[in-house]
């Protein structure tokens, strides 16, 4: 018997110990009773209830964007990403403009955090703010905060990097800092290659409707070209 009850509890036994799997509520103490009728290999009973208890700790400290690596926003949407947090109480927020040709920056900045190589990279674009954030959220459970991108945009549109760092508690380099470009636009882009050549579309985020005389641009070969009316 195991009190609180946990839900779908998986009971397996080895040896000399018995393992209980399944949910169990953060910051809680269970008890386990062991019935007297148990027997062993020997059909040995256990003769009395035996219980013992164990204590379950808080949940870790997690975060994630909903943003991830790249972001086109919805043009009727708001001008903003969510940040989901779990036990954390303050994070640092940093917010840059980079141009488009930063792009290749960003990358190398993404692989060489995710591979811990911290000594050589540079967030590119400007860096519009960097704050710290205090989280006023509930222990255990996931919270969202919303991070406006607004400063980093002309008329609501460009491109935006957002950056967050859990600062208390802090969290392993391998996990933190989380990131995103993210573009707000009203033209969303295809593309289609072979060997020979490559075909661009730019249609409306808004309609689909297909768009025309959009100057399209290949980087770093700087080679452009302007969609047609289909």
Do not use: C
């Amino acid at each position: 018997r195991i009190e609180p009850s946990t839900p779908r509890p998986e009971t397996n036994v080895y040896s000399n110990w018995i393992g209980i799997g399944g949910m169990k509520q953060p910051d809680t103490t269970y008890r386990v009773t062991i019935d007297k009728s148990v027997t062993d290999i020997f059909d040995q009973q256990l003769g009395k209830d035996e219980t013992v208890t164990f204590n379950v700790g808080p949940m870790f400290p997690r975060f994630a964007l909903s943003a991830n690596g790249f972001t086109v926003l919805d043009p009727a949407a708001p001008r903003q990403v969510s940040l989901y947090s779990l036990n954390l109480k303050t994070v640092r927020v940093s917010l840059y403009k980079p141009q488009p040709q930063d792009w290749f920056q960003f990358k190398t900045y993404a692989e060489m955090r995710t591979g811990r190589n911290q000594q050589t990279t540079v967030m590119p674009g400007q860096l519009i703010y960097s704050r710290q954030l205090d989280l006023q959220t509930p222990g255990n459970q996931i919270a969202e905060t919303i991070i406006d991108l607004t400063p980093a945009f002309t008329d609501k549109f460009g491109q935006a990097i957002v950056i967050v760092e859990a600062v208390n508690p802090p969290i392993d380099a391998q996990h933190n800092p989380v990131f995103a470009w993210v573009q707000s636009t009203r033209i969303g882009l295809d593309a289609f290659a072979d060997n020979d050549q490559l075909v661009g579309w730019a249609n409306s985020l808004e309609d689909g409707a297909p768009l025309a005389d959009v100057q399209l641009e290949i980087l770093p070969a700087k080679l452009s070209a302007s969609t047609g009316r289909n």
